[in-house]
């Protein structure tokens, strides 16, 4: 009678053990993916701070070459507005090209960006 006591209470001790091991086991993932996303959102929050700064730099370095261009057109065609017109013709063509493509053009790449670096490896970092 006392063993079968013994062998039910080391059984139910057992039990509870493999539940608790479970239940960390459990916690343990949880706390890594959250770990995981964090790190993953920051990555790419620093990516997106990063290209935002670099289209700044160029975007300051398109405005003063345009500039540039248009005074030079400006004086080989007698007047510094036909340089200017003449250089926001060709931004207006480049435009055009860019809105009527910008599937191909932005919206894929940059969405296939996202989806692989949100599903990238951890030890592929």
């Known amino acids: 009678m006392q063993t079968e006591q013994d062998e039910d209470i080391f059984q139910t001790s057992r039990i509870k053990s493999i539940f608790e091991n479970v239940h960390n086991y459990v916690e343990a993932r949880l706390e890594l993916y959250k770990i995981s996303l964090f790190e993953k959102g920051a990555k790419i929050a620093a990516d997106l701070i990063t290209a935002a700064i670099l289209g700044v730099c160029a975007a300051f370095f ?19 507005y036909i340089g200017f017109l003449i250089v926001a013709g060709v931004y207006l063509i480049i435009g055009l090209v ?8 932005l919206q ?16 592929e970092d």
Do not use: C, H, Q
Request: glycine content about 12%; cysteine-free.
């Open 62 to 80: 398109l405005i003063f070459l345009s500039v540039g261009i248009a005074l030079i057109l400006g004086n080989w065609l007698g007047g510094a």
């Open 98 to 105: 860019i809105y009527l493509r910008r599937k191909s053009i």
């Open 108 to 123: 894929k790449p940059i969405m296939e960006a996202a989806i692989t670096e949100l599903l990238k490896g951890d030890d």
